[in-house]
């Protein structure tokens, strides 16, 4: 379909389409020995390529430059007809090779490697196809022999049998341009197909009237007649040894004839519904592929005994146009067509789909006109909250009252129909017709709004009627009225249970469930209590028409299409809970544009622009798609949001009366969102991106944030990246020995000559990296000028990678400083490129903080106070504030916001802070972060302190723990959600999206991950690392862990049982739980089954640190702790009263130039300073003057003479690995 490039949206699949008005063309392609039949069916411009086994999808060409007319195919290649070319397609992907002809062709077929194709003129072009297309020969056509069809007769060398509209045939030589003979015998109607036999010189003729001649090409003579009831368009022959024949005619059905006898085997009516274009034998099989105009193919297999076939594989689409699309999850969507059939698409997959069924005809005989606007689907409504219990999607029928069900899980029709009784019972409302249908958010109620102003609400489960709602101040329900007829009374009027006086034209339910809203042709918008079911609110314009509506998925938003008395379109956006219009969006037409707007400013940003109106549009859940049914088209169009896609979209407002046009889609790039960004735009695309909307509003760079977020952290991300063991040169001489020339010969050097350097040659590489310290960049900036100099020398640095941007701003000489700061400072005058200055900033402050703090009264000082200035709009004292790369405070302008949260346009800053330069005082009531560590080893001992168990929490260099990310929410005040990282793991073993978050962050990988709560006065910033040292001695922490391994387990283990007894016992004593049985059963609760054990978390509180061992990272509790050895413990500050920390490292421990304590007496001044400053006692322990832990091995001597067998050294390896604890109580 023809559309108009978008700034928004770009096209992203078409489903729906199976095949078009051009007969298909069947290929058979040999891999080795087996054989892969192919479907080629032409659809528009393109060309989908089938497997016939499955009838699945497995390509699609490239877009041609105009409608494919027609199509062939060998085993190696494909070739187009469109207009007046022919392309040929060698894997049905790209086009190789063109060839154009005098007139638009019309026919063409392939016979051996000549192509042939006849255009409008009835002129036929043969090309020759061995390697490129070329022309071979051209015979001219004339006005009295016009070509209907052609057929290449079996053996008959370069010979082609040609048809005419009058009932002529000709036999044409397509090698000398002959023509070698003409029939006299003229069939009498116009011929429509043309097929060769199983039987050598007789051919099958298909004619208009609707017969079937088998004729003797050699003899002249017509061997066999058959007769359809209207037009032929297709036969086909078995040959596989049954002498059948099949033939269609444009009303779809098919004909089965036995050869032999010359009678009809038997119909297929029904089937297809419009005219079958193709019918084709697969060689020596019993399969027939059939091929419509319907949109449809079908597999038929005869291996039935009355020799007629059945149905094997099918896929299909609408028949008739799409007429509503709806969104039903985040990829699967449903479509409503003029057929009356109901379609399930995937938009990830387009083999998916699934048919509902359609709507079925009245049992009353009608004729044929009216049956199909009886089928007519014009509207569908969809709810996924009850979609596993029973139906969920309803239809509307055009002109009927009825509503079908459907339930979208199981992919099929409900049992019952919504009507009311009163359009059966009263002759005065025959004519009455659904105008409106709606589904409650819970998906228990069907509300249907007719023409006769009724307003009815039906049971979703078991489609019995509910209520009525009226104007008036009664409840009409059905139960009221079937009391009143059991008792003779008088039926109400219709009047009393109308709403309005005119037609209902939509309905919508609010998120809550409370309140219904309908809105009808005279300009009233009425709301109703779904509680009382009375009349809650009203709004009424005078000489306004309203039309249809839609309800926001996300808030009480409802759009409803206004007409004004000049037949001018708008759309007014009603509040549900306010009951007021909030917004109206004005020049809305019926033509054939999608015009998008934004509802805060009521702003228009695009308008799309197609060549057939839009009837029905949609919006999956997550905003990623939009699909779209235009009038006349089968296909459900999807587009796809590049917002979701692209990291930047030109977003532009535009003149409320903007219609793109035609000419503009000529120069307008074509974006695919699966290909790079830097591929797809051009320069014009990447200028707009550039383009400054306002002088006093600031604008972004629009580069990724990948080109500047991580800049001042990068010497950081590169340290934490690098790996841990550096390859090293190999010290042994390599086989090929190196030989230098000597006055005796030749020698080999030597293996140390490899690994050491001349002293010469490390001068004068120290000379040249002196020569080389000042870089291009620096030399542009010492030689700059004026404000013109400055801005070139930023925009050079723009273009830079991360790494040479980092490296020129470190490189910058003490004298180029300011002039880089100055440099910053033109460019935020200019109020672009906000985000890059402002990551050079921190980057340069900090590679250089040493220079500016060093004089107060610097250049580089005013240069810093001009630059913060500019920023905040604030005087700012450099030598009284703590420099930290933060991000830029951005004023904003438009008002106040009821909430605190960052602005939705804004994007997420996280904050890299190094440790060392955080000043913050903490709050009694703060809570600091905590660490992920592993339990040991634990082991009993007595002593007068009662100390039952010590772990220990092993925590290794190499897997250090490190804040991961942050996440802020609300609960007790500002509280932040802090993911700690534990062990460094490969990044290959995790998905892409566990690993962003530790590239976010500029850390490895890690495999354990826990999550603490913290206030935001102590919130560490993303990649600290965490010491022991986090905790103090004599501090009470919270230790969490999994007491049993995670797994699933059988009942035995799970519950600790033991083994019956072999005798004296019943087959149901102490047995465990099965759910195996063959009958219904029930379980009874508390019965001992197998399942899932150790997913329970264990807390324990309350357990003091006593000891802390600084160079090991092992942390002392005394207590016990849940879990065994090697598990992972989750350890956090106590918050029992009487045992919080009161004081502690905030946010955390950081290295600091602290002063050492002196060592007296009372300190321990006889303990070595290695172990007092690595170890951390409590007052309550013994500190060691020496090691505590001994290793003995007293009978190593002993044992060394013995057999050296495997299990005893096994054994005596197990009993000298014992280690010996001592303690010394005080």
């Known amino acids: 379909m023809k559309r108009v490039h978008s700034e928004l949206y770009a096209p992203y699949r078409s489903l729906g389409v199976v095949t078009g008005d ?54 190696s290649c494909v070739y187009a007809a469109y207009g007046s070319k022919v392309s040929s397609l060698p894997f049905c992907r790209e086009v190789k090779s063109t060839v154009e002809v005098p007139s638009p062709i019309k026919i063409m077929t392939l016979i051996g490697d000549k192509l042939i194709a006849v255009d409008r003129t009835s002129g036929i072009n043969v090309i020759e196809t061995t390697d490129n297309l070329t022309p071979y020969l051209f015979i001219e056509g004339g006005n009295t022999f016009e070509i209907t069809s052609i057929v290449h007769p079996s053996t008959y060398l370069n010979k082609i049998v040609v048809a005419s509209k009058d009932g002529r045939l000709r036999i044409v030589n397509i090698r000398t341009g002959r023509v070698v003979h003409e029939f006299s015998r003229n069939l009498g109607s116009s011929v429509t197909i043309l097929e060769q036999t199983t039987a050598i010189d007789v051919i099958a003729i298909g004619l208009q009237s609707g017969k079937i001649l088998l004729y003797n090409i050699k003899l002249d003579k017509i061997l066999h007649t058959f007769r359809h009831d209207s037009s032929i368009t297709n036969i086909a022959f078995r040959d596989d040894g049954v002498s059948t024949m099949a033939s269609a005619d444009d009303n779809g059905t098919l004909a089965f004839w036995n050869l032999e006898k010359q009678e009809l085997i038997g119909k297929i009516v029904g089937i297809h519904s419009d005219a079958v274009n193709c019918l084709h034998f697969v060689a020596g099989e019993p399969i027939m592929i059939s091929a419509s105009i319907d949109n449809s193919l079908r597999v038929w297999i005869f291996d039935n005994n009355d020799r007629m076939p059945r149905e094997l594989v099918k896929l299909e689409g609408h028949s008739l146009s799409a007429t509503s699309v709806h969104f039903v999850s985040k990829t699967q969507l449903l479509s409503a067509g003029v057929d009356g059939s109901i379609l399930k698409y995937d938009v990830s997959s387009p083999t998916m789909r699934h048919k509902f069924g359609s709507v079925s005809v009245s049992s009353r005989k009608k004729s044929a006109s009216e049956s199909k606007e009886l089928r007519r689907l014009s509207d569908l409504v969809v709810g996924w909250q009850r979609e596993a219990a029973w139906n969920n999607v309803f239809c509307r029928q055009e002109n009927d009252t009825k509503i079908t069900a459907f339930q979208s899980r199981n992919n099929t029709r409900g049992s019952f129909v919504l009507e009311h009784g009163r359009f059966k019972s009263n002759a005065e409302l025959a004519g009455a017709s659904a105008t409106s249908l709606c589904l409650s958010p819970c998906g228990n109620y069907v509300f249907v709004g007719y023409s ?60 809550r469930g409370k309140s219904l809203m309908s809105t009808d042709e005279a300009g009233n918008i009425i709301f109703w209590s779904l509680s009382t079911r009375k009349l809650i609110a009203k709004l009424f314009k005078n000489s306004i028409k309203l039309g249809i509506s839609t309800a926001s998925p996300v808030n009480s938003l409802v759009a409803v299409v206004t007409t004004s008395e000049n037949n001018v379109d708008n759309v007014v956006l009603i509040d ?55 009038e006349g088209e089968r296909a459900v169009y999807v587009w796809a949001n590049k917002a979701m896609f692209l990291s930047q979209v030109n977003i532009r407002v535009f003149d409320e009366k903007f219609v793109p046009s035609w000419e503009a889609q000529r120069n307008a790039p074509d974006v695919c969102i699966d290909d790079d960004e830097e591929d797809i735009l051009d320069f014009e695309i990447r200028s707009l991106r550039e383009l400054q909307i306002d002088e006093n509003m600031i604008t972004l760079s629009g580069l990724p944030r990948s080109r500047w977020a991580n800049l001042p952290d990068l010497a950081l991300i590169k340290k934490r990246n690098k790996p841990e063991n550096i390859l090293r040169k190999a010290h042994n001489t390599p086989f090929f020995l190196s030989a230098a020339p000597t006055i005796d010969g030749f020698e080999f050097q030597n293996a140390d000559s490899f690994l050491s350097t001349d002293s010469s040659v490390k001068h004068i590489q120290s000379k040249r990296s002196l020569l080389e310290a000042e870089t291009l960049f620096s030399t542009l900036l010492g030689k700059a000028k004026n404000k013109d100099n400055l801005l070139n020398a930023f925009y050079i640095l723009k273009e830079m990678s991360v790494s040479s941007i980092d490296f020129q701003i470190q490189s910058l000489a003490p004298t180029t400083v300011p002039v880089f700061l100055r440099m910053l400072l033109e460019v935020l005058k200019t109020k672009t490129d906000f985000d890059l200055v402002q990551a050079f900033t921190a980057s340069a402050l900090k590679a250089h903080r040493s220079l500016i703090w060093k004089n107060h009264k610097s250049r580089t000082d005013e240069m810093l106070r001009s630059l913060a200035y500019s920023v905040t709009g604030q005087a700012f004292d450099v030598t009284s504030h703590v420099l930290v790369a933060t991000t830029g405070l951005l004023k904003q302008q438009r008002g106040r916001r009821r909430s605190l949260a960052p602005v939705p346009w804004l994007s997420r800053v996280r904050e890299n802070v190094p440790p060392s330069e955080i000043e913050i005082k903490k709050d009694t009531r703060s809570l600091l972060d905590a660490v992920v560590a592993s339990e040991a080893l634990s082991t009993s001992k007595l002593s007068p302190h009662n100390l039952h168990k010590a772990v220990i929490t092993d925590i290794p260099e190499h897997t250090r723990r490190v804040v991961g990310k942050r996440k802020a929410f609300n609960r007790n005040g500002a509280m932040w959600r802090v993911t700690v990282g534990a062990g460094n793991s490969d990044p290959n073993n995790y998905s892409l999206s566990y690993r962003r978050q530790f590239l976010n962050s500029g850390t490895p990988v890690k495999e354990k991950l826990g999550c603490f709560l913290v206030t935001e006065d102590v919130l560490p910033s993303s990649g600290t690392p965490l010491d022991a040292r986090h905790f103090t001695v004599g501090q009470y922490v919270t230790a969490t862990g999994k007491s049993i391994d995670w797994g699933f387990q059988g009942g035995m283990h799970r519950w600790g049982m033991r083994g019956q007894p072999t005798r004296r016992t019943t087959k149901s004593h102490r047995r465990i739980g099965s759910v195996g049985s063959v009958g219904d059963a029930r379980i009874w609760p508390g019965k001992r089954m197998p399942g899932h054990m150790g997913h329970e978390w264990k807390t324990v509180s309350g357990l003091e640190i006593i000891r802390i061992n600084i160079d090991k990272q092992v942390i002392y509790v005394k207590g016990s702790t849940p879990g065994d050895i090697g598990e992972i413990l989750l350890l956090k500050d106590c918050l029992q009263e009487g045992k919080r920390l009161k004081s502690g490292p905030v946010p955390t421990w950081t290295p600091s130039l602290e002063s050492i304590p002196e060592l007296t007496e009372e300190n321990g001044s006889n303990i070595p300073k290695e172990l007092l400053f690595n170890e951390m006692f409590s007052p309550k322990l013994f500190r060691f003057t020496s090691p505590s832990i001994v290793f003995t091995d007293a009978d190593a001597k002993k044992t060394a003479g013995r057999d050296k067998t495997k299990a005893k050294i096994a054994k005596r390896d197990k009993s000298d690995k014992l280690t010996v604890f001592t303690a010394i109580p005080i």
């Open 452 to 511: 006769t102003g009724h307003i009815d609400q039906f049971n979703a489960q078991s489609g019995r009627h509910i209520h009525s709602y009226t104007s008036s101040a009664d409840l009409i329900t059905s139960k009221r009225i079937q009391h009143n007829a059991r008792n003779g009374e008088k039926k109400l009027n219709k009047k009393h249970c109308t709403v309005s006086n005119s037609k209902i034209t939509s309905l919508s339910v609010d998120k």
């Open 576 to 630: 549900t809970v306010c009951h007021q219009v909030v917004r109206i969006f004005e020049h809305v037409d019926n033509q054939s544009h999608i015009r998008v707007f934004d509802i805060s400013s009521s702003n228009l940003i695009d308008v799309l622009l197609f060549s057939k109106p839009c009837i029905s549009i949609s919006v999956n859940d997550s905003g990623e798609f939009i699909a779209t049914a235009h």
């Open 22 to 75: 051009v007969s298909p063309s069947v290929r058979s392609v040999f891999v080795g020995k087996k054989s892969t039949l192919s479907i080629l069916c032409p659809v528009d411009n393109i060309i989908l390529h089938y497997n016939a086994e499955k009838l699945r999808i497995v390509g699609m060409s490239n877009p041609l430059s105009d409608k494919v007319i027609a199509v062939s195919s060998s085993s």
